[in-house]
């Protein structure tokens, strides 16, 4: 199989995200932004003879190497001859330049390759991008692929391939930006290989240019690539190009303690040599990426495949890590307690239990270390660390403790040897019925005693040296002629509040019961009534104790679930229409029925907004009952004298009611007089009120609840500002000569 060597041109891209040229490495996947020329070579040391250009070059993508193609974009595959990858280092595409048949000459592999005005000269391509110079494209990196069938002919008959960078007026800026190889006439010229005939680079070859000289200039770079000066000896080539910053770059900014990354942009196939103030520690030297130690100035030594060098230098300094603190509400705690934990120091704070925050309130079990991770606005992180100590809760030994019981007509009764364990100095205290009740004894040292008391429930309450407490309930003393607890009943167990709930005990001769509810109200008998019971607490308690012969039992208590009274309410207004009243109901959401009651002694009707008129003149009270889904029911009403309005003396005896849904009546619905007009509707923070006639006219503004919140007059269009009015439903009234009109509008901000 036939060899060739490939060359591709590569332009290192710096990782800060800046412009550049444009599609300077085909990364469009198209030839845009570069020009392609066909022409034919009469003499190797010389350019091209032009015959077809300037042209923009077909994109061709990864047309095949033995293809008639002068010029394709390739992506995938391997080069046939040489078995080099086509995916190029500098990502993206490549461009390859003719072709083993393309440039071949005389016809051969079934392409026209013998350019017009020439029938003796193999193809030839040039391939070539200007860019104006900028500090975000001050440098550039070419690279390639090259294969030539040597043809044994003399110097200047050879295939070859130029890379070159040219100024504004065509003039080449340096032999060291430069790359020109021809055959040699049978021998391979240095890194190349061979096989058959066919000399190619083994591998990308590449230079790298130092454009920050030419900053605010067009410069050039110019391929060529070309089969001998006579025909049978082809020569193509791949190459790719990349633009970047001329300058070293800071991965991130440095802090205190660690080390900075310094980066150079890549260059193909030179070698790199960094240096740095004295006593600095210079990582990775030789490579595109060094990690130092100290502040200062480091330089950097580049040298290309040409042997030319590059120099650049950047300045570094060391941000300063922030100082960071802990304070406490306390370091020392008592198992199951918080500690509050606040941070100093920096801008934002990990704890090392993963909590994001300046301050923390952990419930503690043990004693614990908490480290805080500050990073601050510059990008530095410190640490630092607190320690809280947990101590154990005291412990409360009842295994042997001594009861001894009491006489009902006395306290003399005992409780003994209960042993408590804790830090020293140990007091405590101890209560009748619950932890909360009455004290009755204190104490201190490891053995809790009790003596002389009455029959009863006792808790301990235990505080250690270290502040740390414990609780324990249930130690009864009792007495053999304590009567049982009562065998209490309640009329219901869940109720409505403010309903009535009767409590019973059976009578049993020689024993009084004693009631005492909740909110500390007594009575004593076999019955008791609580004729309203309240909404708090909830559930609502009542105990009863039987007492005989000076004994008192134990306590039974009953417990009453109680639920809301519903809430019902109605506004009225009244009706733009002669004779008719608006009621605009609230109900609960957890409505089961409705009763409206007209006070005229007709049947209350069921509906939720029904309708109701009233045959006489006269003052009623409208009353509406509302039941829920918990059989609980509340009344509203309202005594109001009827009204008319306007003159239509065939109805001065008829009054209309309309119960209307606020939720759901729209504005026509509610007033269909065009006389005024409102908008927007519904409003944010005012609105304005029109009307057709220009006297003045009082407004007033009404709440859900019947409350005047604002009266003002008008004139014809009026801007009205609701900006402290609350989200809902409200009603304009107008007043004027003649009537009154009635408009609703909504508040939503």
């Known amino acids: 199989m036939k060899k060739f060597l490939l060359?591709?041109?590569?332009?290192?891209?710096?990782?800060?995200?800046?412009?550049?040229?444009?599609?300077?490495?085909?990364?469009?996947?198209?030839?845009?932004?570069?020009?392609?020329?066909?022409?034919?070579?009469?003499?190797?040391?010389?350019?091209?003879?032009t015959v077809t250009g300037p042209i923009t070059p077909p994109s061709n993508l990864n047309a095949a190497e033995t293809a008639c193609d002068y010029f394709s974009l390739v992506s995938t595959g391997t080069d046939p001859n040489m078995g080099v990858p086509l995916v190029s280092p500098l990502g993206g595409y490549c461009a390859r330049m003719g072709g083993e048949n393309r440039n071949l000459g005389a016809g051969a592999g079934g392409c026209d390759d013998t350019p017009s005005g020439s029938q003796n000269n193999t193809a030839g391509e040039v391939l070539q991008n200007t860019f104006k110079v900028t500090p975000a494209c001050a440098s550039l990196q070419y690279i390639f692929l090259f294969a030539y069938l040597d043809g044994a002919h003399p110097n200047g008959g050879q295939p070859y391939f130029n890379a070159e960078v040219l100024d504004s007026t065509g003039a080449i800026l340096s032999n060291c930006y430069s790359y020109v190889q021809q055959g040699l006439g049978g021998v391979p010229p240095t890194g190349y290989a061979s096989n058959a005939g066919i000399y190619y680079t083994p591998y990308w070859f590449g230079n790298y240019v130092?454009?920050?000289?030419?900053?605010?200039h067009s410069v050039t770079i110019r391929f060529t690539v070309a089969g001998c000066f006579s025909t049978g000896h082809y020569g193509y080539a791949?190459?790719?190009?990349?633009?970047?910053?001329?300058?070293?770059t800071l991965q991130s900014l440095p802090c205190a303690g660690s080390n900075a990354i310094l980066n150079a942009l890549p260059s193909f196939g030179s070698t790199y040599n960094w240096s740095g103030p004295a006593g600095a520690t210079i990582t990775n030297n030789g490579t595109q990426q060094v990690s130092v130690n100290q502040a200062g100035t480091y330089s950097l030594a580049i040298t290309n495949q040409s042997g030319c060098t590059y120099n650049f230098d950047t300045t570094i300094t060391f941000n300063a890590a922030p100082t960071l603190s802990i304070t406490s509400s306390s370091s020392n705690i008592c198992a199951g307690n918080?500690?509050?934990?606040?941070?100093?120091?920096?801008?934002?704070?990990?704890?090392?239990?993963?909590?994001i925050a300046s301050t923390i309130t952990p419930a503690l079990t043990t004693s614990t270390n908490y480290t805080v991770t500050g990073t601050a606005a510059n990008g530095c992180t410190g640490t630092a660390t607190a320690s809280v100590t947990v101590n154990p809760l005291p412990v409360i030994d009842t295994t042997g403790v001594t009861v001894t019981q009491a006489g009902c007509a006395g306290s003399l009764g005992a409780i003994s040897n209960v042993t408590i364990t804790g830090a020293a100095t140990i007091t405590y205290t101890w209560t009748q019925?619950?932890?909360?009740?009455?004290?009755?004894?204190?104490?201190?040292?490891?053995?809790?005693?009790?003596?002389?008391?009455?029959a009863s429930n006792y808790c301990l309450n235990v505080v250690d040296g270290n502040t740390c407490a414990a609780t324990f309930c249930g130690i009864a003393v009792t007495n053999a002629g304590v009567p049982n607890a009562p065998n209490a009943t309640a009329s219901a167990t869940v109720a409505c509040v403010g309903s009535e709930v009767t409590f019973s005990v059976a009578a049993v001769a020689g024993v009084t019961n004693s009631?005492?509810?909740?909110?500390?109200?007594?009575?004593?008998?076999?019955?008791?009534?609580?004729?309203?019971?309240?909404?708090?607490?909830?559930?609502?308690?009542?105990?009863?104790?039987?007492?005989?012969a000076g004994c008192v039992s134990m306590p039974t208590t009953l417990t009453i679930s109680t639920n809301p009274t519903p809430i019902v309410t109605y506004t009225l207004m009244q009706d733009p229409a002669p004779h008719t009243w608006d009621a605009y109901p609230t109900y609960p959401t957890n409505v089961a029925s409705i009763s409206w009651d007209w006070g005229d002694a007709t049947s209350p009707t069921t509906a939720s907004y029904p309708t109701h008129i009233y045959s006489v003149a006269g003052t009623y009270s409208i009353c509406v009952t509302v039941t829920d889904v918990n059989g609980c029911s509340s009344t509203y009403c309202q005594d109001d004298a009827v009204s008319r309005l306007g003159n239509n003396s065939a109805q001065s005896t008829l009054v209309y009611i309309n119960i209307l849904n606020p939720a759901t009546t729209s504005i026509n619905?509610?007033?269909?007089?065009?006389?005024?007009?409102?908008?927007?509707?519904?409003?944010?923070?005012?609105?304005?009120?029109?009307?057709?006639?220009?006297?003045?006219?009082?407004?007033?503004?009404?709440?859900?609840?019947?409350?005047?919140?604002?009266?003002?007059?008008?004139?014809?269009?009026?801007?009205?500002?609701?900006s402290n009015f609350t989200n809902g439903v409200y009603f304009i009234q107008v007043q004027t000569n003649t009537n009154v009109i009635t408009k609703k509008i909504i508040v939503q901000h």
């Open 7 to 49: 060359i591709a041109l590569t332009i290192c891209i710096s990782s800060i995200a800046i412009a550049q040229p444009t599609n300077i490495g085909f990364d469009n996947g198209s030839f845009n932004g570069w020009v392609g020329y066909e022409g034919y070579n009469p003499n190797s040391n010389n350019p091209l003879v």
């Open 210 to 216: 130092d454009l920050s000289a030419y900053i605010n």
């Open 238 to 248: 791949y190459v790719d190009c990349k633009t970047g910053p001329s300058k070293i």
């Open 338 to 355: 918080t500690t509050t934990l606040t941070a100093n120091g920096a801008s934002t704070y990990t704890w090392s239990n993963n909590e």
């Open 433 to 454: 019925f619950s932890l909360n009740g009455t004290p009755v004894g204190t104490g201190s040292g490891s053995n809790a005693t009790l003596s002389n008391i009455n």
């Open 515 to 548: 009631w005492m509810e909740a909110n500390g109200t007594t009575g004593t008998g076999n019955t008791y009534t609580i004729t309203s019971i309240p909404a708090s607490p909830n559930p609502y308690t009542i105990n009863v104790t039987a007492t005989s």
């Open 669 to 722: 619905q509610l007033s269909n007089n065009n006389a005024i007009n409102i908008y927007p509707n519904p409003a944010q923070n005012n609105f304005t009120i029109e009307t057709s006639s220009n006297e003045k006219q009082t407004v007033s503004v009404f709440d859900i609840t019947g409350k005047l919140v604002l009266s003002q007059t008008i004139n014809g269009k009026t801007n009205i500002d609701i």
